[in-house]
């Protein structure tokens, strides 16, 4: 039957949705991803996804909290990975997030806890002794939500977290696992607003001097060649906005020096150490703690490089200021008499 039965709609459905459909309208798994991959609004045309989740913030706000909604647009504005909310998102981090520094840490919990209960993050929990809480956001969830106005904030709110205490380094190894959390959205957001034109100067150098981090991260875990490239893309904007002889530029190109020296480009290695070590004898001294770590780290290059006699010469002139200025027990100092002492020795970690 065809006259006002639909009875024979089933087993062709597929063929009459197929008339009317628009050419690139998503009809299977691979075409919902691929469509997925252009952008929400190649998915959900009517933005019924985004008013569904609007729903669920109006009715958050109805409950009495009305900073949820722009937490969810922070949240989105991170990377797609983990989200170590336990760094990222505290008083501490949010204090320049604009109506999201009012909060303590009592109301960021209820904010996420609160977002979580209806769907709109996925609050991860935690596995082994030293793991750190993390959420995620669905990807819908993320495209729906995401506000590049909260841009700033959420680079702010990594820069902060890079110099917490709790936060460590990205060379000690019992906080390997922090960084290793936090180097998807720092890297993330440092690309992001550097592909701005005319970004926030302080934005800029605070998303760049996070990613620097970030590369530190891949360095120490002997990823070189990622380090590498990140450690260059920070270098050219530093050099672009701040100039050669900024701080933070010597910084990142010493940095570089060092994974060049891991790859085995030596002599890439050798002439990054000594423009550095000309810009710093200039600026500081030939006995400023940063000159010593400069100047230790160029001898090391020449022992790799064959050159025993000036890399001994340097080791001890710096062993000699070392233990001037920091004493003979400090680390540094004890690094560099190591050092000295197997300079004969196949190449130790310096």
Known sequence: MRHGSVTSIGANSFEWSRTYREPDTPVDF??????????????????????????SLKLLEQRGLPLARPLLRLIATFADAPLPYTLLLTPRTLADAGELAQLDGRGVWSLLTALAGLGLVDLQPTTGSNALPALRVHPLVRDASLDHAALSAAVQAVHSAAFAEETGTPEEPEYWEHWALLQPHALDLFHRVASRESPSPTIANA???????AARHLHVKGLYGRARSEYEAVLAH???VLGDTHPDTLITRHDLAGVLRDLGEVEGARSEYEAVLAHERDVLSDTHPITLITRHDLAGVLRDLGQVEGARSEFEAVLAHRRA???DTHPRTLNTQNSLANL???RAAD
């Open 238 to 240: 530093e050099r672009d």
């Open 207 to 213: 998303a760049a001097t996070a990613a620097n981090f």
């Open 30 to 55: 691979r075409s919902y991803q691929a469509a997925l991959d252009l952008g929400i609004e190649h998915v959900d045309r009517d933005s019924v996804i985004a008013q569904t989740w609007a729903m």
């Open 344 to 346: 004969r020795q196949p």
């Open 325 to 327: 200025i920091l004493g």
